[in-house]
């Protein structure tokens, strides 16, 4: 099946910090690309929505300014988390897919704020 | 609004016994229903991929149903092994007027296989 691959797997950073987390499509053109935030024994909560060439569409609730999404490949985005604070700790996963076809999740971003 | 509710929320059962998994939805209008399995602290792997059309679906030890009629699907597990527990998630599909897809994702079903 088709590969995600998401980068780093983990992270640990300073409060007021920022973080970049990759994911890439490897070995298909993803036209859309989806962010997701995961805290303990909770469902998948989609905080972002990236089609490439276009800015992305933010979920009510996420802060577009603190969640950089850029997707400037057909099989690169990113997730940048601005100025991080400890509440900002959780699983990042990435997933990626072209129209009509099945999304396909990347490994996930375990990330720390201290 | 949107919605995909699973059933039950947790379950404990011995290795080697079968079991299901209840999703219902409310997503309109729809795509294609997808089960995952997530382990701990892992993006989710696809099960099964079931399209308005289709009524059940296997991929090895897993059986999918769906009755769009009713709005639900069901995620069969047969000869439950250790390696099987894991959160279950039902993902609805549905298409927006710009022709992209939305994701719906259930809470998931949290399975402790014990031996």
């Known amino acids: 099946g088709a590969v995600v691959s998401q980068h780093p797997s983990w992270v640990i950073c300073k409060s007021g910090t920022s973080v970049k987390i990759e994911c890439r499509s490897l070995?298909?053109?993803?036209?859309?690309m989806f962010w997701y935030r995961q805290f303990p024994k909770q469902s998948l909560m989609l905080m972002a929505t990236?089609?490439?060439?276009?800015?992305?569409?933010?979920e009510q609730g996420v802060e577009k300014d603190k969640f950089l999404i850029n997707h400037a490949s057909l099989t690169l985005s990113t997730l940048t988390v601005t100025s991080a604070h400890p509440e900002d700790s959780s699983f990042y996963i990435c997933?990626?897919?072209?129209?009509?076809?099945?999304?396909?999740f990347g490994q996930g971003t375990r990330l720390t704020v201290v | 609004k949107n919605q995909v509710e699973q059933s039950p929320q947790s379950l404990i059962i011995l290795e080697g016994k079968n079991c299901t998994l209840q999703?219902?939805?409310?997503?309109?209008?729809?795509?294609?229903l997808r089960w995952y399995k997530q382990d701990t602290g892992r993006g989710p792997v696809s099960l099964t991929i079931?399209?308005?059309?289709?009524n059940t679906k296997s991929n090895g030890r897993y059986t999918a149903t769906l009755d769009a009629d009713t709005k639900q699907s069901s995620l069969h597990i047969t000869a439950s092994q250790l390696s099987d527990s894991a959160s279950y998630i039902c993902?609805?599909?549905?298409?927006?007027?710009?022709?992209?897809?939305?994701?719906?994702f259930g809470t998931g079903t949290r399975l402790l296989v014990s031996p």
């Open positions: 070995d298909f053109q993803a036209t859309t």
């Open positions: 990236s089609n490439e060439g276009s800015k992305a569409t933010y």
């Open positions: 079931m399209t308005f059309s289709e």
């Open positions: 999703c219902n939805y409310t997503v309109s209008p729809f795509s294609n």
């Open positions: 993902v609805v599909i549905f298409m927006m007027n710009t022709g992209f897809q939305k994701l719906v």
């Open positions: 997933s990626a897919s072209t129209t009509n076809t099945e999304a396909f």
